[in-house]
């Protein structure tokens, strides 16, 4: 099979990133829910030796508002469009194995792959691979409902959720897969969703198949298969400056790295601390700055933000939690680890606890601040080696205390 590489969204996509977690709600996503199933399933799949082929990229289409989004998740109805050609910059690169008789479209909307299945007798089919920044695992159960209701079926309470999931395997690491039966809303004939939601780091990447129900029953099989062949590699970085471009460092734009300028835009205002190393955030983070201590250990520091409430405070620390391998609390276990903090125009919430990165396996420790901000919230991680974020503790709180909005 030919490899194609990943296209890269806009920088459009900077000012969407926090609305489109809306669209985990689309058709377009890829879930899969067990309705009735009290026991947990874990698929295992050889691998196969294939060729892996590579997505392409997705556009953005918010044509219409979306009502019936998770509570708290805010308006996409007026988030701009992106072009076809856009790209995730700051987003891992994915490459799969294509299952025999799934056809690749072209990504469109928020996918970063698309296929379509034809069956007998007109049957057919969609698959699509959906990243969304900033959606916290708390909407999960919301998100599960709402794919409920796209095929006729009524809501179920988050125990009933959680029963009917079914533990599989995308890019190596765990997934919830749902897998959900009813009826088309427009034919009124059977119908079923598979979907998975993973989540990695800050983002939340949904894999969904829609379809008639005997044949997505059918194609189950090579959908798990498809899913165990999924790999993440390293985000796309920034495009280097074209040959003989003049130096920017002075020019009011910003820090100037290997990749680029930094760009300031949508920075509060602030006081950096010395010692602390700017470095481009990707397409998601307001700014990202990284820290060395001793023996070349590191940590870092990631600054976003999210309209309205941005998942809630549970929501956000089970989020971090997640990062760090520890379990999901409860929102009252949640709010008795949470230490308050004094900013600027009121109170933040502080945690601070200790793990192993999900991505190096090794043992870190992170300090997170949520700062909600009138119409939107602010979060301040400092995340790495333990001696380092020790040392930096106090430098990181006095930080975040002293950001003026």
Same mark, same amino acid.
């Given at each position: 099979?030919?490899?194609?590489?990943?296209?890269?969204?806009?920088?459009?996509?900077?000012?969407?990133?926090?609305?489109?977690?809306?669209?985990?709600?689309?058709?377009?996503?890829?879930?899969?829910?067990?309705?009735?199933?009290?026991?947990?399933?874990?698929?295992?799949?050889?691998?196969?030796?294939?060729?892996? @082929?590579?997505?392409?990229?997705?556009? =953005?289409?918010?044509?219409?508002?979306?009502?019936?989004?998770?509570?708290?998740?805010?308006?996409?109805?007026?988030?701009?469009?992106?072009?076809?050609?856009?790209?995730?910059?700051?987003?891992?690169?994915?490459?799969?194995?294509?299952?025999?008789?799934?056809? @690749?479209?072209?990504?469109?909307?928020?996918?970063?792959?698309?296929?379509?299945?034809?069956?007998?007798?007109?049957?057919?089919?969609?698959?699509?691979?959906?990243?969304?920044?900033?959606?916290?695992?708390?909407?999960?159960?919301?998100?599960?409902?709402?794919?409920?209701?796209?095929?006729?079926?009524?809501?179920?309470?988050?125990?009933?959720?959680?029963?009917?999931?079914?533990?599989?395997?995308?890019?190596?690491?765990?997934?919830?897969?749902?897998?959900?039966? &009813?009826?088309?809303?427009?034919?009124? &004939?059977?119908?079923?969703? =598979?979907?998975?939601?993973?989540? $990695?780091?800050?983002?939340?990447?949904?894999?969904?198949?829609?379809?008639?129900?005997?044949?997505?029953?059918?194609?189950?099989?090579?959908?798990?298969?498809?899913?165990?062949?999924?790999?993440?590699?390293?985000?796309?970085?920034?495009?280097?400056?074209?040959?003989?471009?003049?130096?920017?460092?002075?020019?009011?734009?910003?820090?100037?790295?290997?990749?680029?300028?930094?760009?300031?835009?949508?920075?509060?205002?602030?006081?950096?601390?010395?010692?602390?190393?700017?470095?481009?955030?990707?397409?998601?983070?307001?700014?990202?700055?990284?820290?060395?201590?001793?023996?070349?250990?590191?940590?870092?520091?990631?600054?976003?933000?999210?309209?309205?409430?941005?998942?809630?405070?549970?929501?956000?620390?089970?989020?971090?939690?997640?990062?760090?391998?520890?379990?999901?609390?409860?929102? #009252?276990?949640?709010?008795?680890?949470?230490?308050?903090?004094?900013?600027?125009? &009121?109170?933040?919430?502080?945690?601070?606890?200790?793990?192993?990165?999900?991505?190096?396996?090794?043992?870190?420790?992170?300090?997170?601040?949520?700062?909600?901000?009138?119409?939107?919230?602010?979060?301040?991680?400092?995340?790495?080696? #333990?001696?380092?974020?020790?040392? $930096?503790?106090? #430098?990181?709180?006095?930080?975040? @205390?002293?950001?003026?909005?």
């Amino acid at each position: 099979m030919k490899s194609h590489p990943i296209q890269k969204f806009t920088n459009t996509f900077k000012h969407v990133a926090n609305r489109s977690a809306l669209f985990a709600l689309a058709p377009s996503l890829l879930l899969v829910t067990g309705c009735h199933r009290d026991s947990v399933k874990v698929y295992r799949v050889a691998k196969d030796q294939d060729q892996t @082929q590579q997505s392409t990229a997705p556009a =953005l289409s918010t044509d219409s508002p979306n009502p019936g989004l998770p509570p708290g998740h805010p308006d996409i109805s007026s988030a701009p469009g992106l072009p076809p050609s856009a790209a995730p910059a700051g987003l891992p690169q994915l490459t799969w194995k294509t299952p025999d008789g799934w056809t @690749q479209m072209p990504a469109g909307e928020m996918r970063v792959a698309s296929f379509k299945i034809q069956g007998p007798d007109g049957k057919k089919a969609d698959v699509s691979v959906i990243p969304l920044p900033g959606l916290a695992s708390s909407t999960d159960d919301a998100n599960v409902n709402r794919w409920r209701s796209q095929i006729n079926l009524p809501p179920v309470s988050p125990d009933d959720s959680k029963k009917s999931a079914e533990n599989v395997q995308a890019g190596g690491q765990p997934a919830q897969l749902f897998d959900l039966a &009813g009826t088309s809303p427009g034919n009124g &004939g059977t119908e079923r969703i =598979l979907g998975v939601i993973q989540h $990695r780091d800050d983002v939340a990447w949904f894999f969904k198949m829609t379809g008639d129900a005997a044949l997505v029953e059918q194609q189950k099989p090579a959908f798990i298969a498809f899913l165990n062949s999924v790999q993440f590699s390293a985000p796309q970085p920034a495009a280097e400056m074209p040959p003989g471009h003049p130096p920017m460092g002075d020019q009011g734009m910003g820090a100037v790295t290997a990749t680029g300028p930094i760009s300031h835009e949508g920075q509060p205002n602030w006081q950096v601390p010395a010692g602390w190393q700017e470095v481009p955030g990707g397409q998601f983070l307001v700014a990202k700055f990284n820290l060395t201590g001793d023996s070349g250990a590191t940590a870092a520091v990631n600054v976003s933000s999210s309209p309205g409430e941005g998942g809630g405070l549970a929501g956000n620390v089970n989020r971090w939690r997640g990062q760090l391998g520890l379990e999901k609390l409860s929102d #009252a276990d949640v709010t008795a680890q949470v230490t308050a903090l004094d900013v600027q125009g &009121g109170k933040a919430s502080l945690v601070d606890m200790s793990g192993t990165d999900a991505r190096s396996g090794q043992p870190v420790r992170l300090i997170g601040v949520i700062v909600p901000q009138s119409s939107q919230t602010w979060f301040y991680k400092l995340m790495g080696n #333990a001696k380092v974020v020790e040392s $930096r503790k106090d #430098a990181f709180t006095q930080f975040v @205390q002293g950001v003026k909005y």
